[in-house]
């Protein structure tokens, strides 16, 4: 049975359980089979929080050529804050059902040390051609900034729906560019109260070492800018692994009781601290506003969040009280399942008969199906499971610390 290293403890992996299963039921596939969303009423997640997800969502940006190019920067603040999307990928359903093009800056709400002012621009965020010199893509997704002589133009996107409740998303992405820029993905939720903010970020700050990553559960500092303990881990990445400035798979699973971040698979960091609990957006962004924390870039250079891919599966809810939220919480695993689109009256019983998996698919942005035997139902708080006893062990095995 295959086994990993976990903080000097050995874990089975999910392609283990589903040997298990397959071992234990002549209904569940001895290997899973490409499958597509239609088919999938839920996605198991593998990892520390084995979880359970309602909706899958991909975005692939490696082969939009026709979109490809890199515009020239846009000198002007005014200008540079109101200017159109860089192309018409920007204005298709994929996009614009997942994400929108910001445009806000801080001249409002600027942080007590900035030294610059910061402007979102759409003109930031591109398609540009892989220039690599063995290229795996034709191209990919750039969020640009860079410091010009009167301000800092920068680049954001954010997700379209506002309700996502526990999530796993991964991106196979990068960073390069000169020291004193920030670039980040994160869910937020808001407040007018800092203490009330609540944030699981990754970010890579330019002027760190380019094996350091930072991981917190906002807010990391109180309104008197005093820290705030466990609320941040500044990894070092294991040996073996690329720095930030090569292509890896970042991942940040949020989840009831903890957020944990994997650079291609593995863990690096865990926080259970403050965990986010509410409804948040997806954020990803590239930005420098001079202050301490992303450092002070020198003019004229410039840094970039480049972007192959980004696959997601999550949970939304609706913050209309009317509408019912079903929700398991059995130990460490998690299953809160929805209908599609938040719709309640779909699955009445919450259940989750076909169960998918983008972890052990073969063909990135298509999942697998794990099994589709009627195996697995949420029922009134607990789990009632109709496939064999010792596929169920296996189940709460992953899901639990019993094979740590």
């Given at each position: ?200 970020d990754l970010e890579v700050r330019t002027m760190d070492p380019r094996n350091t990553i ?191």
């Open positions: 049975m295959e086994t990993h290293q976990w903080r000097g403890r050995t874990h089975t992996s999910l392609s283990s359980l589903i040997t298990l299963i397959a071992i234990a039921s002549p209904l569940a596939s001895a290997a899973p089979s490409l499958t597509d969303d239609s088919k999938c009423e839920c996605y198991l997640t593998n990892g520390t929080q084995a979880s359970f997800f309602a909706t899958h969502r991909f975005l692939d940006f490696r082969n939009l050529a026709k979109h490809a190019g890199v515009p020239p920067t846009i000198a002007k603040p005014n200008d540079s804050g109101s200017a159109p999307v860089t192309s018409e990928y920007f204005t298709s359903k994929e996009w614009t059902e997942t994400f929108w093009v910001q445009s806000w800056n801080n001249s409002h709400q600027t942080r007590e040390d900035a030294t610059v002012l910061m402007v979102n621009s759409p003109n930031n965020v591109y398609i540009e051609a892989n220039g690599d010199r063995n290229p795996s893509s034709q191209t990919w997704l750039t969020l640009r900034t860079q410091r010009l002589k009167d301000f800092q133009t920068a680049s954001e996107i954010e997700s379209v729906a506002p309700g996502f409740q526990y999530l796993s998303v991964r991106m196979l992405a990068r960073t390069v560019g000169s020291p004193g820029a920030i670039t980040a993905l994160f869910t937020y939720r808001g407040s007018d109260r800092l203490a009330d903010v609540q944030e699981s930072q991981y917190t559960n906002q807010p990391s500092y109180t309104e008197d800018g005093d820290e705030i303990e466990h609320a941040t881990k500044n990894v070092t990445l294991p040996p073996g692994h690329p720095d930030w400035t090569h292509w890896a798979v970042h991942r940040l699973d949020w989840t009831p009781k903890e957020t944990v971040w994997y650079v291609d698979g593995t863990e690096v960091a865990t926080i259970s601290f403050q965990t986010p609990r509410d409804p948040s957006k997806v954020i990803l962004n590239a930005w420098s506003d001079g202050g301490e924390w992303s450092g002070n870039m020198t003019v004229n250079e410039a840094a970039y969040l480049q972007i192959q891919w980004l696959e997601i599966v999550y949970n939304a809810t609706n913050e209309n009280p009317a509408k019912k939220r079903k929700r398991y919480d059995g130990g460490t695993a998690v299953a809160m399942l929805r209908g599609r689109n938040g719709d309640d009256d779909e699955e009445e019983d919450g259940s989750c008969d076909v169960v998918c998996s983008i972890d052990e698919t073969t063909e990135r942005g298509k999942p697998v199906m794990l099994w589709n035997n009627g195996g697995l139902r949420m029922v009134g708080g607990g789990l009632i499971a109709w496939i064999p006893s010792l596929t169920v062990l296996g189940m709460l095995a992953l899901s639990s610390e019993w094979l740590w």
